[in-house]
């Protein structure tokens, strides 16, 4: 049980485009997910949490119009990184909460931009 | 501020040989200690939750334990598959309400030579 998927896995992109990124939660109702990014040999930095049916929460430097976060059913967030450039280029992992206090992650999408 | 350490950065074991993995914490008030597993360009995978001093858990060759101040991983007769980064993280409760944000250490890469 507790399984989250993500997709894509990979992304590659032009500078200007924008991408967006789907975390689902397979066998569970996930009230809170969670994204991250984690850059080489470093640990996870939250960006933001998200609540089903309200607004995302983003971490402080975190540009809430850059990084456009819909949580509209139990089952699913999106991560849409608009207008990205090549410093967005990173690993990008969701995370999914329930009524425990336990966070189940994604595969995680690397982004890369051209 | 919440804090989490975790020691060392970098393991290397023959198969075989037992070690321990070392968290240690700063927190107001501890809601849960979760350990992940991460492999190399894939998202943390559950490990353990842990929630109070004294409390133990178990999987396989993994055996996590918990005290007031730190949380080890002990890894008994390891196998080269156990290969990966092990990161800990906290959930804290400070004063004031709880938050549901994970606070993570920069992990500890062990490698497992046959």
């Known amino acids: 049980g507790a399984v989250v998927s993500q997709h894509p896995s990979r992304v590659i992109c032009k500078s200007g485009t924008s991408v967006k990124i789907e975390c689902r939660s397979l066998?569970?109702?996930?009230?809170?997910m969670f994204w991250y990014r984690q850059f080489p040999k470093q640990s996870l930095m939250l960006m933001a949490t998200s609540n089903e049916g309200s607004k995302a929460t983003y971490e402080q430097g975190v540009e809430k119009d850059k990084f456009l976060i819909n949580h509209a059913s139990l089952t699913l967030s999106t991560l849409t990184v608009t207008s990205a450039h090549p410093e967005d280029s990173s690993f990008y992992i969701c995370?999914?909460?329930?009524?425990?206090?336990?966070?189940?992650f994604g595969p995680g999408t690397r982004l890369t931009v051209l | 501020e919440d804090q989490v350490t975790q020691s060392p950065e970098a393991l290397r074991l023959q198969e075989g040989e037992s070690s321990s993995l070392n968290c240690s914490y700063t927190?107001?008030?501890?809601?849960?200690l979760f350990w992940y597993r991460q492999d190399p360009g894939k998202g943390p995978e559950f490990l353990f939750t842990l929630y109070s001093a004294g409390e133990e858990k178990e999987k396989e060759r993994l055996k996590a334990t918990l005290t007031k101040k730190e949380s080890f991983l002990h890894i008994t007769a390891p196998k080269p598959e156990d290969s990966a980064t092990y990161l800990c993280?906290?959930?804290?409760?400070?004063?004031?309400?709880?938050?549901?944000?994970?606070?993570f250490g920069t992990g500890t890469l062990l490698a497992v030579q046959p």
């Open positions: 927190v107001s008030g501890l809601r849960g």
């Open positions: 066998d569970f109702q996930a009230t809170t």
């Open positions: 993280a906290v959930l804290s409760e400070p004063y004031g309400g709880a938050t549901n944000k994970l606070i």
């Open positions: 995370s999914a909460g329930g009524i425990t206090d336990t966070q189940y």
